[in-house]
Each structure stands twice: as structure tokens, then as C-alpha cells.
Nanobody
Framework: QVQLVESGGDLVQPGGSLRLSCAAS????????MGWYRQAPGKQRELVAT????????YADSVKGRFTISRDNAKKNTVYLQMNSLKPEDTALYYC?????????????WGQGTQVTVSS
């Protein structure tokens, strides 16, 4: 069983910064991709950023240049999201995701989410 535990969500003023963390535990195989998704009230869950176990990253256009995703090499199943220049439209519940394929089957796991609120 794989578990993902997020932390770091908070209330922050526009222009501020936050760092989200996600620690994965359990039977996790590599290679894999970890990432962050978010869901605002009344909207669908959307991709924020992903990073593969090899370090390849992808970002949503709306966060490019402001957010940075990284993985801890010493703790290979820990992922971070550094969020700078936060905007009110970044307000959402942020979910950590881990996924990998084995023998053609997708294994896809989600955390419980951490709330980020950007407001003055």
C-alpha cells in the first residue's frame, strides 16, 4: 500500500511564497513520476507540475516561471513544490500524485491534499 502525505499549505498574501512537501511511503517502484495537481472550488482538478525519477519536469503554463518542482535525491520519494509570486488564482487544494507503469498496468496514487489560500 502506498501512502502520500502532503504538508506546507497555508494562507499567504498575494506575492508571497510557500513550499509544499509530499512524502511517499510503501511499496514504490522506479521509474515513477511524482507531481502536484490542484483543484479550486467549482473547477476540475488540473496539473500543476510533475517530475520523473530521472528529473524531467513539466509545468502548467499558468505556473511557469513562478513554481519549481524538485525531488530529494536522498529521499527519492519526496517531492517539493516551491511556489513564488503567488496569485489569488493559485488558491486551491493541492494534491500530491505518484504514478508508475508495470507490465502495462498503471498504478496511480493520491494524497489527501493541502490547502493553499492566497488572499490579502
Amino acid at each position: 500500500q502506498v501512502q502520500l502525505v502532503e504538508s506546507g499549505g497555508d494562507l499567504v498574501q498575494p506575492g508571497g511564497s510557500l513550499r509544499l512537501s509530499c512524502a511517499a511511503s510503501g511499496s514504490i517502484l522506479s521509474p515513477n513520476t511524482m507531481g502536484w495537481y490542484r483543484q479550486a472550488p467549482g473547477k476540475q482538478r488540473e496539473l500543476v507540475a510533475t517530475i520523473t525519477s530521472g528529473g524531467t519536469t513539466t509545468y502548467a503554463d499558468s505556473v511557469k516561471g513562478r513554481f519549481t518542482i524538485s525531488r530529494d535525491n536522498a529521499k527519492k520519494n519526496t517531492v517539493y513544490l516551491q511556489m513564488n509570486s503567488l496569485k489569488p488564482e493559485d488558491t486551491a487544494l493541492y494534491y500530491c500524485n505518484l504514478r508508475y507503469y508495470r507490465l502495462g498496468k498503471l498504478y496511480n496514487y493520491w494524497g489527501q491534499g493541502t490547502q493553499v489560500t492566497v488572499s490579502s
